[in-house]
């Protein structure tokens, strides 16, 4: 089980609910990430007291190391921060729950870094899956799913303990881009 963690998107909705779970679970938190939330990314930090906070820019950056002056948090900014965050030494695991194309660079630097990745973010693996998944192999990092439906399908294969049993899964939609689309038989 992870110990420690680096949470790369703390304020969005996956993020939040990890920091509910490494409460419960008293995981340690090494560092939070988010892109402009500086409100609950302060929030964040008083409460888990992570060695690195890293937010989307210079400007809120500086305004953030005011707010936490009186903490030991190190304040980062920008991708190179998202970089630092996901090689933070401490971790040994790193939730990756950034939006967008952005979270593959962090992805692979975590990997280089050879810590476990949650990964809640599927741009990473649309834009550079194959390589994602060779470095993961070369370094021998696991990968897990943590967003609901590729969680859901990783578990259905975890459970199946002859795969040439599973013949097929079905993926329902239930909102996104087809929500209003009619039916096609």
């Known amino acids: 089980m992870t110990e420690n963690i680096s949470i790369l998107g703390s304020t969005g909705s996956i993020g939040t609910q990890a920091l ?3 409460e419960k679970l008293g995981i340690k938190v090494s560092a939070l990430t988010a892109n402009s939330n500086t409100d609950l990314l302060e929030q964040q ?23 936490i002056a009186d ?9 190179e921060g998202l970089c630092e965050a996901a090689a ?20 692979l630097t975590a990997i280089e870094a050879k810590k476990n990745i ?8 649309v834009t550079g899956g194959s390589l994602v ?7 021998g990092v696991n990968i897990y799913p943590v967003d609901s439906e590729h969680s859901a399908i990783f578990q259905c294969l975890q459970g199946c303990p002859d795969k040439k049993m599973l013949k097929r899964l079905i993926l329902t ?13």
Request: net charge positive.
């Open 118 to 125: 949650a990964l809640a973010n599927k741009e990473t693996l």
């Open 20 to 22: 509910s779970v490494c």
């Open 133 to 139: 998944m060779k470095k993961a192999k070369e370094n």
């Open 71 to 79: 903490t030991e948090t190190k304040v980062s900014f920008g991708i």
């Open 88 to 107: 933070v030494k401490e971790a040994d695991t790193v939730l990756t729950s950034v939006v967008g194309m952005i979270g593959l660079r962090p992805t």
């Open 45 to 67: 930090i008083r409460k888990f007291r992570p060695k690195l906070a890293v937010i989307g820019t210079e400007q809120k950056a500086n305004d953030l190391k005011l707010r």
């Open 173 to 185: 939609a239930s909102g996104g881009p087809f929500l209003a689309e009619p039916l096609k038989n």
